[in-house]
């Protein structure tokens, strides 16, 4: 079972201060790094059969881990492999196409996990509409911002 995750932080902690300060100033003109590395931070599990890429212990940029997704699903949709590298550490985790199947292994772990590539590319397409959805609820005017607009998903 593929599983891709996150929690809304409460609006009072430290990460989600991180959310309170995407409302400061004009939506529309928050450029693609503050929104891909400064704001939104969120908890985040993703595992396959209980291997653990990411726990939720791990806090990252929302946005910027959405992308990275949306990403990999459009690679992994043609058939060809994707990976998910992040800013805040030098872990890579590759998602490597076999048929039908999908092997991801993370650069920081011996441990790695298959599925069926059909699931993977549901499972990551609901997170990034989850994401899409919840920056959205929590800041309407944010929608017409040409970066998090790449998330939107089609209704």
Do not use: C
């Not at 009072?12 to 400061?24: F, I, M, N, P, T």
């Not at 003109?29 to 890429?53: H, M, N, P, R, W």
């Amino acid at each position: 079972m593929v599983i891709v995750d996150f929690v809304v932080p409460d609006f009072d902690s430290v990460l989600g201060r991180s959310w309170v300060k995407a409302l400061e100033g004009d939506a529309q003109s928050i450029q693609a790094a503050t929104l891909q590395y400064k704001l939104f931070y969120s908890q985040v599990e993703f595992s396959i059969d209980g291997v653990k890429f990411l726990s939720k212990g791990s806090f990252v940029p929302l946005v910027d881990l959405a992308l990275g997704m949306s990403g990999v699903v459009d690679r992994l949709a043609g058939n060809s492999d994707g990976a998910l590298d992040f800013t805040e550490h030098d872990e890579v985790i590759r998602f490597v196409v076999s048929g039908e199947d999908v092997e991801v292994v993370s650069s920081k772990s011996p441990a790695s996990a298959a599925a069926k590539k059909a699931d993977t590319i549901d499972a990551l397409t609901s997170f990034v509409e989850r994401a899409y959805d919840s920056i959205v609820a929590f800041h309407p005017a944010i929608s017409e911002n040409a970066t998090v607009a790449r998330l939107r998903h089609a209704d």
